[in-house]
């Protein structure tokens, strides 16, 4: 996984940069529509669930990378589970409330 596309330089400039690029092995990695991460999916699916002054997603995107990402929408947490991820988005994004 990958947080956001900025954080590989896909067209590697050094030698360096060239030998850590091609010591990936790019198969285990799982990527957001070719190349981005869970930061533009939860950008362009979950807006709204980030506390202000902050990027790092909240839990439902997270939950959400997961199941759509990681599982193909294979596999979903019982309803109790995938409401207590909502409510505790919610209680983050209220106690940050600004």
């Known amino acids: 996984m990958i947080f956001k596309e900025d ?3 896909h067209n590697p400039k050094s030698v360096a940069e060239k030998m850590i ?4 092995d790019w198969e285990k990695f799982l990527f957001y529509e070719d ?5 533009e999916f939860a950008q362009e699916n979950y807006p709204n669930d ?3 002054g902050d990027e790092h997603p909240l ?3 997270h939950y ?3 199941k759509q ?3 193909g929408n294979e596999k979903k947490l019982p309803d109790e589970y995938e409401q207590s991820i909502i409510t505790r988005t919610q209680d983050i994004k ?3 409330e600004r």
């Open 7 to 9: 954080v590989l330089e």
């Open 21 to 24: 690029y091609n010591e990936i």
């Open 35 to 39: 190349k981005k991460g869970l930061w």
């Open 50 to 52: 980030y506390v202000d």
């Open 59 to 61: 839990p439902k995107a």
């Open 64 to 66: 959400e990378w997961t």
């Open 69 to 71: 990402i990681i599982y």
């Open 94 to 96: 209220d106690k940050y």
